[in-house]
């Protein structure tokens, strides 16, 4: 099961059996609202804060995921989740509503993907039957904690990202129709030195290749093993940052199959900046567009790389340098 030093392969197949997506008004204009489960046309979800907001773009994505699965949440071990509001207290709150054992994660964005690792393990060691995985970010609710409150108009580099308001799971089952998950690899914290946080891509760059190298190597093949790699919301900076250090490790990435989260989502006239950004970014891609077009056959073998910046607001102030990681999780058609 333990390949090298990083990387898990998972003999007896984790299913994603079902997904549920839920997006806010942006998402309902963007190039994938056909993807989503559900759109919400206000930022407030009729609640009376973002944070709560959010907990229901959760809550909703869920209960899709159950729904479509006629899985009842009395039948699943887990929920295995997180967010980036401190305390990951809008997940935390939905696993207090669902009643359901919880298991709160935290990779800043690349939150999905470390999930998704952890429930995968727990399926493929029968430790669990069913579990609930995946993550969500709220626009506003992360611009006021991480940066300023939208109401303060503040100003905006080119280098910067656009939060996604959305929420992505998926119910994962030790054996039904689907998907599988075939592997994971664990990335290490990489440090570069950066510290613009208006500059995520930059500083997420070198710890997805980092991942992408170590995945490759100890599962013993070549990028072109996978229909494409993902990364979870480098963006326009981070990821030609990204291809570039791919070429001085000598790592062969085709720049047509290597994709990312955060270009995919919205249409060219929506103003983000250089992208999306947000631990819901890569989710609501994943658990929407990506397993879709595993469902249709269209992709048969896919890597989804979620990266994180592991910064707080406090980092920030104290001119820290930010952290980053990537988690890596093979999804294939099939099995392994």
Excluded at 124 to 150: D, L, W
Excluded at 210 to 235: E, F, K, Q
Excluded at 276 to 283: E, R
Aim: charged letters at 15%; a negative charge.
């Amino acid at each position: 099961m333990l390949l090298g030093k990083q990387t898990w392969k998972f003999e007896n197949n984790p299913t994603i059996i079902s997904t549920g997506t839920v997006g806010g008004p942006f998402e309902a204009k963007s190039k994938l609202s056909t993807t989503f489960d559900q759109l919400y046309n206000d930022f407030w979800l009729e609640q009376d804060s973002f944070e709560q907001a959010h907990q229901l773009l959760f809550e909703s994505a869920c209960n899709h995921a159950l729904k479509k699965s006629n899985i009842t949440k009395e039948a699943v071990q887990y929920l295995i989740a997180g967010d980036l509001i401190n305390q990951i207290t809008p997940t935390s709150f939905t696993a207090r509503s669902f009643q359901i054992p919880y298991i709160g994660t935290f990779s800043a964005c690349a939150t999905s993907m470390e999930s998704l690792a952890l429930a995968a393990n727990l399926i493929n060691s029968k430790s669990a039957n069913y579990i609930i995985t995946g993550s969500s970010s709220h626009n506003a609710a992360v611009e006021k904690q991480f940066r300023y409150p939208t109401e303060y108009g503040g100003q905006k580099p080119p280098t910067a990202q656009w939060t996604v308001t959305g929420a992505g799971v998926c119910l994962l089952a030790n054996k039904g129709n689907g998907p599988k998950v075939t592997s994971a690899t664990i990335g290490k914290v990489v440090d570069m030195g950066m510290t613009d946080p208006f500059n995520m891509g930059e500083a997420m760059a070198p710890a997805a290749i980092d991942t992408i190298a170590t995945h490759l190597m100890d599962r013993g093949v070549d990028a072109s093993y996978y229909d494409c790699i993902i990364t979870g919301d480098l963006a326009e900076i981070g990821r030609s940052i990204a291809l570039e250090l791919a070429k001085q490790k000598n790592l062969l990435l085709n720049a047509d199959s290597f994709l990312d989260c955060g270009l995919m989502i919205y249409k060219k006239d929506q103003e983000v900046f250089a992208g999306a950004s947000g631990s819901g970014c890569s989710a609501v891609v994943t658990y929407g567009h990506l397993i879709n077009q595993l469902n249709e056959k269209k992709l048969n073998k896919i890597l989804v790389v979620a990266t994180g910046a592991l910064l707080s607001p406090l980092t920030v102030q104290q001119k820290q340098s930010i952290p980053c990681i990537a988690h890596a999780v093979s999804i294939e058609n099939g099995g392994s």
